[in-house]
């Protein structure tokens, strides 16, 4: 006879770190973003949904970040000078922001208030490179990450610039930390492109990696370690290893609208293309906060289950999967072929090639 195992879960108040989006809104129309694509309604966060989260965080004792980000542009909420002054005077607060936002009166603001780190898309410091990406001059970004540096006390907040590595935008990585550091910069995550447009497909430098793309990254590690400025690489090869950051720290993600997501992947809507396969990725929500309370949703049974799967690895490994061409299961995001959903599988952010702070 066979041994049998029992999972018992016990409901913990266990999240580190709490991803808000205020917005899915955003100023910019970026080449690469699947905001070119959706149709989803558009909208910021109700104070009435803040000013819930705002006291029910109380009930959450390892709570040490906060995260103002998701995938609109943050600093544009109306109630985003809300959000830094409920939270940065009891936790870490981030903000991810492309950037070109930061005039003067909202730098002094975030200054003033003490967030713990400010983060930037800086896909390439050369110009026309950056306005063919974004459509925006990158040198307003340039001087915002100066000031900065110049008038931050005892090092904080920490600036980070995350740069996207694609064909197009390789070139200019050594030249990008070298201005990083000259700018006070303190760390620079690369991340691997996950086209969310077929016209991207042709932009990755993954799998397998290219000797100039390893090349030109460990110069960058190298610029970087000389510089004093921390270059976290993504990987480009699959590894056995799988990690989910959200999962490892204890995450959760509240969309804009009250829902409670287990990750930014899973926030929306929208279609990818994992190794040049298309993918249809669902929004999957575990529960509104419009309905039911943090706590309730987070030691709820389907989301502890879901956490436990993804910690352990318990979940399918579509792109080493021997029958990946034949599935239709690999081509949604809904449920894997081992029954759990969503389903994580192919997610690139688990096998370390897209990396975020």
Known sequence: MKDIVELVYHPSPSI??????????????????????????????????????AGEVAAFPDLKEVILGGIGEPTIAHNFRQAVELFASRYEVTVTTN????????????????VARIALSVDSTDVQTFAT????????????TRQIAE????????????????????????????????????RVFVSHILPMREESIVETLYHPMLPETERTFQEA??????????????????????????????????????????????????PEYVFGRHKLIDAHSFGSLSEQPLLKIWTSPEFMSYRYNVLH???????????VDG???????DMDCLGHAPACGDCLWGRGITVCP
């Open 99 to 114: 950037g070109t936002t930061l005039d003067e009166p909202m730098i002094e603001f975030l200054l003033s208030r003490g």
């Open 16 to 53: 580190e770190r709490l991803y808000l989006e205020l917005t899915n809104r955003c100023n910019l129309s970026c080449e690469m973003c699947y905001r070119r694509n959706w149709q989803e309604l558009l909208g910021d966060m109700s104070t009435q949904v803040l000013s819930s989260i």
């Open 327 to 333: 599935c239709d299961m690999v081509l949604r995001a």
């Open 133 to 144: 990406i974004r459509h925006q001059d990158v040198q307003g970004i340039l001087d915002s």
């Open 221 to 270: 590690l190298f610029v970087g370690l000389a510089k004093g400025v921390e270059v976290v690489l993504p990987k480009s090869e699959l590894k056995t290893e799988r990690y989910c950051k959200f999962m490892e720290t204890q995450s959760a993600v509240v969309r804009w609208d009250g829902h409670v997501s287990p990750c930014y992947r899973f926030l929306h809507s929208y």
């Open 313 to 323: 690895g318990e979940y399918a490994s579509c792109p080493d999967c021997k029958w």
């Open 151 to 186: 008038q931050r006390v005892t090092g904080r907040p920490e600036i980070i610039w995350e740069f996207l590595a694609m064909k197009s935008t390789l070139p200019y990585l050594l030249e990008t930390v070298r201005q990083a550091a000259q700018l006070g910069v303190n």
